[in-house]
């Protein structure tokens, strides 16, 4: 779900693939009929893991970040860097998948560095003030209400891929917009309080804005990562998306960090962790957990998508949307009223309907370049439709 701080990186193949290319697709449909029942039992194990780690870490991760809030932590830029530094746990899983993930070539042209490093200093600050934006909305909103407005990033990243990457806007994607932007805007109408952290009407409005902007921006970043990539990058290979997650990660950290010092709320950390209501042991690890448990949620998300398609992992984000809204309803006792309920039947519309559309684009982009689909997912490598890898 977008409902949480994360990095999502997004990589998709012209529409008018060079003859290597449907060469390459076209080997891979044939040894697809080749599988065997062991390889494929293997497969849907993994897929089963990787979905269980998406959801799992969305929802704990996000459940943890409003228990620091709750217990006396205070540091909005604390709770920034804890989103982003776990990233060296990518690290690992990088050198042991990097080998069983198959290259797809770009065109053969080499980005300089100068336009790499570039590209992951602009996205890296992005994603340090996004996350920061999200952590002052996690911080005045009670997390049900939290993580319904955050289901409209994916109408901002609609929105912006029309301008950004020329994405047709159909019947059903519109309809997808339509959706989600009465979700979010169902919620300012919803006059209510957290019960754990008392917040001012000004308060709560400003962690409505913020969570929005931080939406709107993050939408900004989905689309301008997919620039990158099409434009600058030029290729889309495992260990390609997996350097700008790391990098762009790194960039973002680094930011998050600064911030904190510029802020001088370092100065209050130690005072803070003294007057944790769960002791000092209980605050050390929900900001050890938080930061680790994002980064199991952005390896879910890179399995998913390597072994089967965005497809399934935007679907596998639509099916953990529901999740963090209950669980903070049976944790922290948010009011599930009727216009919650009613705002995440409509978030969840929207959500289908988006990857319903994105069904019908691979579909027809499989029949229009002779691949077959008699599987239900194939490897992105054969499938050259759009990817998407979050990371929060």
């Known amino acids: 779900m977008k409902g949480d701080q994360e990095l999502q990186v997004i990589v998709q193949q012209g529409k008018e693939p060079n003859p290597t290319v449907q060469e390459e697709r076209n080997s891979v449909s044939s040894r697809q009929t080749k599988v065997s029942p062991s390889n494929t039992y293997k497969r849907w194990l993994r897929v089963t893991i990787y979905t269980i780690l998406v959801i799992s870490g969305q929802s704990v991760a996000t459940i943890l970040g409003r228990l620091y809030y709750d217990n006396g932590g205070n540091s909005k830029w604390l709770a920034t860097v804890v989103q982003l530094v776990g990233f060296p746990v990518l690290v690992p899983y990088y050198l042991l998948s990097i080998k069983t993930h198959t290259t797809t070539h770009g065109d053969g042209q080499k ?105 709107a921006g993050y939408g900004l970043l989905l689309s301008l990562q997919q620039l990158a990539f099409r434009k600058v990058l030029k290729k889309q290979t495992f260990s390609e998306v ?53 980064q199991v949620f952005s390896i879910g998300g890179t399995g998913l998508i390597f072994e089967l398609s965005s ?65 239900s997912f194939d490897p992105p490598e054969a499938e050259g439709v759009k990817s998407a890898i979050e990371i929060r």
């Not at 769960?278 to 938080?290: C, D, E, P, Q």
């Not at 995440?344 to 990857?355: D, E, K, N, P």
């Open 111 to 215: 980005t300089s560095t100068r336009n790499r490093v570039l590209v992951y200093v602009v996205l890296g600050l992005l994603v340090g003030a996004d996350c920061y934006l999200y952590s002052i909305g996690l911080l005045y909103l009670p997390v049900s209400t939290y993580s319904l407005i955050c289901a409209s990033q994916l109408a901002f990243n609609a929105f912006f891929s029309y301008f950004l990457n020329s994405q047709k806007l159909t019947p059903v994607i519109l309809n997808s917009l339509f959706l989600l932007t009465i979700s979010s805007t169902l919620l300012a109408f919803n006059n209510e309080e957290s019960n754990s952290t008392k917040v001012t009407k000004g308060e709560y409005v400003k962690g409505f804005i913020c969570t929005v902007a931080a939406s």
């Open 242 to 294: 997996m350097d700008m997650i790391i990098y762009v990660s790194l960039v973002a950290s680094c930011v998050s960090v600064v911030g904190l010092f510029a802020s001088s709320e370092w100065k209050n950390l130690s005072a803070e962790m003294e007057n944790y209501k769960l002791g000092k042991v209980s605050y050390i690890m929900n900001l050890v957990w938080t930061a680790v448990i994002w």
């Open 311 to 375: 497809l399934f992992s935007n679907a596998i984000s639509v099916l953990g949307l529901p999740v963090v809204p209950i669980l903070a309803v049976i944790i922290f006792h948010d009011k599930m009223n009727g216009l919650k309920v009613i705002s995440m039947i409509l978030a969840i519309w929207g959500f289908t309907s988006y990857v319903y559309q994105h069904y019908l684009d691979d579909k027809n982009m499989k029949k229009s370049h002779g691949i077959p689909t008699t599987e």
